[in-house]
């Protein structure tokens, strides 16, 4: 099944202060991806994310949110959530209402209602907008266009209308079906208990026998416990008819029957949740980042992993089509960042929408994302999946970028054959003109440390540092520094023997 276009940016360029931030952007997303903006500061991802969020708006170029162009669509109208690098927390309300708070500020119903009525125009909308661009349009057919435009916007401000009450009274009798039935049964057994009067007569009489009865047990000296023992099975199915305790328990569940009903009718004439519905919400949505129980705590008295749990909670809890996510594991230390980066790929998972990550940790983005968008200076320079960009980068800022290379000058010789460092090695690559120059990628744990007769490269150990897992090993080999990860330990002057399968070569064109 083909994934479908949930988010286009088409042409994107914005700049700050005469500088270019942004430059002539075209990415498109899917629905229910995982993808990552990944790059080093002021590449532009930032930017990127606020104008999908409607925080920024772009010089020229359009946003496009489901085939329709949403420039001009506050952030608030937007199906659209953020979780900020600082959270946004509100330190007076409690875990409770902060992840509350938008359920109660808006309507998500609202928003789909008027996104899916704008759709049914923006093609229209569009082409119209176009034409009247034409500077050579005439005044007559300009004046016509500008009135369709009007028009168009009454009709969609008409069909908001209508759609909504349709709905509403749709959703006034869900409430009447829900409700009613359950409220006439309830009435109906209320009546067959209301028939039961003479036998709270009967039950009250026999109880009064009783008790008297024990009474003068007692005044014989028996004691209180001992008289009533005999009695105590009936004296409890008697209590139980005397004070008309299931009279007592329909009547306080038709209460609760029709205070419920009263809710969701309010709910369906607002189209807001209710205080039912809100509380249902939140405690999924705490659930989801596993704080259950923490509803009523300061948001003062939690550590920074809680609190960024209880911000993605908040942005979740109103279902968003997309979550944008603004380097929000920044602010905690590592091994927590660690822990966070599995359990946002796994709500994303079980959420079932988009999310949109912003970072400058390369290994965030490699262990998260569907699809990895590496920029720098405003402009993308590769998208793909994380196997893709880690081991086929597109050029030099990529392949250094993204984990650690040996970038070495080589040259295609022909019949997957490339020569670098005065060694032929076989290779993988195809799509180069035999004698065509190009770079040629390795990744240090790709190298095979073999004994120096068996070499193809022979290198001097400069530097040795231990990474915990492996050795990184620094070694010169003919006036050039490579980076090998083994794990064995060398010493430094150590000679070093070094192979490498064709697999792991990777050429790139130079200057692309």
Excluded at 216 to 229: D, I, L, R, Y
Excluded at 385 to 414: H, L, Q
Excluded at 458 to 472: A, C, M, P
Aim: charged share 30%; hydrophobic share 40%.
């Amino acid at each position: 099944m083909e994934n479908k276009k949930l988010i286009e940016l088409k042409g994107i360029h914005k700049e700050y202060n005469g500088n270019t931030v942004i430059e002539n952007l075209n990415l498109y997303i899917n629905e229910n991806e995982f993808i990552t903006l990944v790059g080093p500061s002021g590449c532009g991802k930032t930017t990127t994310l606020r104008m999908i969020g409607g925080f920024e708006d772009p010089d020229y170029g359009q946003v496009v949110l489901d085939g329709v162009v949403i420039n001009n669509t506050p952030a608030h109208q937007r199906p659209i959530n953020t979780v900020f690098q600082r959270y946004a927390l509100f330190p007076h309300l409690n875990v409770f209402d902060n992840v509350a708070f938008g359920l109660r500020n808006f309507s998500r119903i609202m928003a789909d209602i008027k996104s899916s009525c704008q759709r049914k125009y923006e093609t229209q909308r569009l082409e119209l907008v176009t034409k009247l661009q034409d500077k050579n349009l005439p005044k007559a057919l300009k004046s016509e266009i500008k009135l369709k435009l009007k028009e168009i916007k009454t009709q969609i401000k008409n069909d908001i209308s209508k759609t909504k009450m349709e709905l509403i009274e749709k959703k006034l009798l869900e409430v009447e079906n829900k409700y009613n039935p359950i409220i006439k049964k309830l009435d109906e057994q209320i009546d067959i208990e209301w028939e039961k009067d003479e036998e709270v007569k009967n039950a009250k009489l026999r109880i009064k026998e009783i008790e008297a009865k024990i009474e003068e047990e007692v005044a014989n000296g028996q004691s209180k416990a001992k008289a009533t023992k005999p009695y105590e099975a009936e004296l409890k199915k008697l209590n139980n008819i005397a004070v008309w305790s299931e009279l007592t328990r329909l009547e306080a569940l038709k209460k609760q029957a029709l205070q419920d009903k009263a809710l969701e009718i309010k709910s369906a004439k607002s189209l807001m949740l209710n205080k039912k519905q809100i509380k249902e919400a939140v405690t999924q949505a705490l659930k989801l980042v596993k704080l259950e129980g923490y509803e009523n705590r300061r948001i003062d008295e939690m550590s920074g992993g809680q609190q960024q749990r209880v911000a993605i909670a908040r942005a979740v809890v109103n279902k968003p089509r997309i979550l944008l996510l603004d380097e929000p594991l920044s602010a905690l230390d590592l091994k927590l960042r660690q822990e966070m980066q599995y359990e946002i790929k796994e709500m994303q998972r079980k959420l079932g929408i988009t999310f949109i990550f912003v970072t400058h940790d390369q290994e965030e983005a490699l262990t998260m994302s569907d699809t990895i968008v590496v920029m720098d200076k405003g402009v993308i320079q590769q998208i793909g999946t994380p196997e893709d960009i880690y081991n086929e980068p597109k050029n030099r800022f990529v392949a250094k970028f993204i984990g650690e290379s040996n970038i070495i000058r080589g040259k295609y010789k022909g019949k997957k054959t490339v020569e670098f460092m005065g060694v032929k090695f076989e290779c993988v690559d195809d799509n180069f003109k035999v004698g065509e120059v190009c770079d040629v990628v390795i990744r240090p744990e790709d190298f095979d440390r073999v004994p120096i007769e068996n070499a193809k490269i022979v290198g001097t150990v400069t530097d040795v540092v231990f990474k915990g897992v492996h050795f990184e090993i620094c070694a010169d080999v003919n006036g050039m520094e490579f980076v090998i990860h083994d794990y064995e330990i060398a010493k430094v002057g150590d000679k070093i023997g070094l192979n490498v399968d064709p697999y792991e070569i990777h050429l790139m064109k130079v200057n692309e």
